[in-house]
């Protein structure tokens, strides 16, 4: 079988831990490194005998994972969600379409999470898990192509012979992912910042994911729930004169302060990512090319409530 013909799909549950039928429809994403793993929990059965071997172990709850990554980049139309919107979705983000623009900003509220049925097909042979919820997190690198890899987790359910579905009747996105390039990028701790060097940001949205147990529910699980969000990123600022941007003081204080910045300027497929209230967490020194710099390590606070993060797709 040839990692190079996978495929995978994924749809939004109408009833969250209720496996929906997945279509050639759903499987649009253009997926980078995808992984499917199915390692359920060994139970050992602990009996004594008069040898020292052992029982056969039994198969704890059948949770399953599949990891990808995909590019960052608009649907080309204002106003329409791009497809790895409905990813962000299943990882605590609510979605609202406007006229010019689609926003995505993290939700402390169950009902509004969504849950995911994922087919992962490898030449071939299709496994697929429900019920599924997750983490995402981001990287942006001067001149290169920005990614979003996803982290699913939730029910397995079988695996099975299945042919690959036939491209030529899916719908992929045709826009083109830019380069990380022009981010107007401003870090404002009270003295605006509005030109900092820097090449890599880093974003984890740190969603902390469980698949809920319930001895009611089928093989004893309901489905995946985030207990708990943490978003925490870097990025490798040059270092500068204490008098330009005191670092060290916004940390000890400490200062929060904004961090936003863009991808893209084409309308449709400009991305642009708001932290309303960064912490400075530490700032080991590093080097780049020979240049100076501080390897900020940052956390996203709240400001009036779920919007220390804000994902903005115009």
């Known amino acids: 079988m040839l990692t190079r ?63 990808f990554r995909v590019e960052l980049k608009g ?51 299709f496994q697929f898990l429900y019920g599924a919820g997750g983490n995402v997190s981001f990287t942006w690198t001067s001149g290169q192509i920005c990614y979003a890899e996803f982290n699913f987790s939730g029910i397995f359910d079988s695996e099975t012979d299945k042919a690959l579905w036939d491209e030529q009747s899916i719908t992929f996105e045709t826009t083109l992912p830019d380069k990380f390039y022009n981010a107007q990028a401003v870090l404002d701790f009270g003295s605006q910042w509005s030109d900092p060097v820097f090449s890599t940001v880093t974003l984890d949205m740190g969603n902390e994911v469980k698949v809920r147990e319930n001895a009611n529910a089928p093989n004893g699980l309901q489905y ?59 700032k080991p020194t590093g080097d780049r090319d020979g240049t100076a710099t501080h390897d900020l390590a940052f956390a996203c606070r709240k400001n009036l409530g779920d919007d220390d993060v804000t994902i903005t797709c115009s």
Request: charge should be negative.
């Open 75 to 125: 649907s080309g139309t204002p106003g329409t969600a791009p497809v790895f919107g409905r990813l962000l979705q299943a990882c605590g983000f609510l979605e609202d379409l406007n006229t010019d623009s689609v926003i995505y900003t993290p939700s402390s509220n169950e009902a509004d999470w969504k849950t995911l049925t994922i087919g992962y097909n490898l030449d071939g042979k």
């Open 224 to 282: 995946a729930r985030i207990g708990q969000r943490n978003p925490r990123g870097t990025i490798n600022v040059d270092q500068v004169a204490v008098a330009t941007q005191d670092l060290t003081a916004f940390m000890t204080a400490p200062t929060l302060g904004i961090f936003e910045f863009t991808l893209g300027a084409t309308p449709g497929n400009i991305i642009s990512i708001a932290a309303p209230k960064i912490q400075i967490i530490s």
């Open 5 to 67: 013909k996978t495929q995978v799909a994924a749809k939004i549950e109408e009833t969250k831990g209720s496996a929906e039928v997945l279509a050639e429809t759903d499987a649009n994403l253009l997926v980078v490194e995808p992984k499917f793993d199915y390692s359920p929990e060994e139970i050992n059965r602990e009996i004594l005998r008069s040898t020292l071997g052992t029982e056969a172990s039994i198969p704890g709850a059948p949770i399953a994972t599949c990891t």
